[in-house]
Structures are given as structure tokens and as C-alpha cells.
């Protein structure tokens, strides 16, 4: 009985979500897909912008035109605009210095993407992106629709600017781990 006891407290360190078999996300990128990876000199925005991105993001671009990016270089589990709709949905979020979605009732943002691993139909958007703000933070956002999982390279364009990255568009993969204590 008190050997029961020990071996279940030494066992309580192990237990995880995953010990009582729920899904965990598998995050692999093929290493045929060259995903955009956080630079050893990483951007960082102009004042009054935020320095630091949300957690597993990084800045990517320059201060006339950037973008946050995953640190994994992946978009995995990516829902449906509808129940019906069979293509993947993300937001982009875009910022440049001076931007005022005030003053730009009409933004110059526009999007384009390929699949560069496979033939596939192009990239989806919702057009010129709109003017949005939180606080006093400005920026541009816009919604895309990939057509399949895949390596996809996205370009952004606001007048004569341009950004380009490559993201890594997957299925959610469950995994199962049991632990035997």
C-alpha cells in the first residue's frame, strides 16, 4: 500500500495533458518549405509602435511596411470563414510609420499569394485592406483564404512598398502520448 503510495506521487511530475490522451498540435514544416524565420538582427518597430510582438511572433519588414509572423513559421489549424467554405482562414495585420486610419479612408494595402510546393489556385482576400486601430496603435488588416495546406509564399504591396514571406499552411495533426507509471 505505501509502495502504491511513493509510486503515485513520483508519477504526479509526468502527468500532463497529453497523459490523459488529449490532442497536442504537431508543428512540423517540411524542409522543402523555406518558412520566414526570425532574423539574428530582428526588426523592430518605430516609437509609438510596440517593441515587443505577441508571444511566438516576430516583427518582420521595415518601417515603411511590416508584419507579425509565428516563430514556427507555421499557421496550423487555420478554421473556415463558413462551415461550407473549404479554403484556410488568417487575418493579416499590417503596420507602416505615419499610418493614420483616420486620414486613409481608402488604404493602398493589397495581398497576393502562391502555393510554391504545388500547383494550386491563388491566394483569396478580401481585397484592399481596412484602416483599424486599438488605443492609439494603427494598422492595417485584412482577412486571406488558402486554397489548400501547403507552403505558400504572401506579398503585401502599399504603393510602391513591398513585404514578401513564406508561411507553412497545415492541417492540426492530433498526437496521443501515454505515460505508464
Same mark, same amino acid.
Given at each position: 500500500?505505501?509502495?502504491?503510495? +511513493?509510486?503515485?506521487?513520483?508519477?504526479?511530475?509526468?502527468?500532463?495533458?497529453?497523459?490523459?490522451?488529449?490532442?497536442?498540435?504537431?508543428?512540423?514544416?517540411? @524542409?522543402?518549405?523555406? +518558412?520566414?524565420?526570425?532574423?539574428?538582427? $530582428?526588426?523592430?518597430?518605430?516609437?509609438?509602435?510596440?517593441?515587443?510582438? $505577441?508571444?511566438?511572433?516576430?516583427?518582420? #519588414?521595415?518601417?515603411?511596411?511590416?508584419?507579425?509572423?509565428?516563430?514556427?513559421?507555421?499557421?496550423? #489549424?487555420?478554421?473556415?470563414? %463558413? $462551415?461550407?467554405?473549404?479554403?484556410?482562414?488568417?487575418?493579416?495585420?499590417?503596420?507602416?510609420?505615419?499610418?493614420?486610419?483616420?486620414?486613409?479612408?481608402?488604404?493602398?494595402?493589397?495581398?497576393?499569394?502562391?502555393?510554391? @510546393?504545388?500547383?494550386?489556385?491563388?491566394?483569396?482576400?478580401?481585397? $484592399?485592406?481596412?484602416?483599424?486601430?486599438?488605443?492609439?496603435?494603427?494598422?492595417?488588416? %485584412?482577412?486571406?483564404?488558402?486554397? %489548400?495546406?501547403?507552403?505558400?509564399?504572401? %506579398?503585401?504591396?502599399?504603393?510602391?512598398?513591398?513585404?514578401?514571406?513564406?508561411?507553412? +499552411?497545415?492541417?492540426? +495533426?492530433?498526437?496521443?502520448?501515454?505515460?505508464?507509471?
Amino acid at each position: 500500500m505505501l509502495l502504491r503510495r +511513493v509510486l503515485s506521487l513520483l508519477c504526479l511530475p509526468l502527468l500532463s495533458p497529453l497523459a490523459f490522451g488529449q490532442a497536442r498540435q504537431a508543428l512540423a514544416v517540411p @524542409d522543402t518549405c523555406s +518558412v520566414t524565420k526570425p532574423a539574428d538582427q $530582428p526588426f523592430v518597430p518605430p516609437t509609438p509602435h510596440s517593441v515587443k510582438p $505577441p508571444r511566438g511572433e516576430f516583427w518582420f #519588414g521595415t518601417d515603411r511596411l511590416w508584419t507579425r509572423l509565428p516563430e514556427t513559421g507555421a499557421w496550423i #489549424g487555420l478554421g473556415h470563414y %463558413t $462551415p461550407d467554405d473549404p479554403t484556410f482562414r488568417q487575418k493579416l495585420f499590417f503596420w507602416r510609420q505615419g499610418y493614420d486610419a483616420h486620414a486613409e479612408t481608402q488604404t493602398k494595402l493589397i495581398l497576393s499569394g502562391r502555393r510554391i @510546393d504545388a500547383v494550386a489556385p491563388p491566394l483569396q482576400t478580401d481585397g $484592399p485592406s481596412t484602416g483599424s486601430r486599438k488605443g492609439d496603435d494603427q494598422f492595417l488588416m %485584412t482577412g486571406i483564404n488558402f486554397p %489548400t495546406i501547403g507552403c505558400w509564399e504572401i %506579398t503585401g504591396r502599399y504603393g510602391s512598398d513591398e513585404l514578401t514571406f513564406v508561411v507553412w +499552411v497545415g492541417k492540426k +495533426v492530433a498526437v496521443a502520448v501515454a505515460i505508464i507509471c
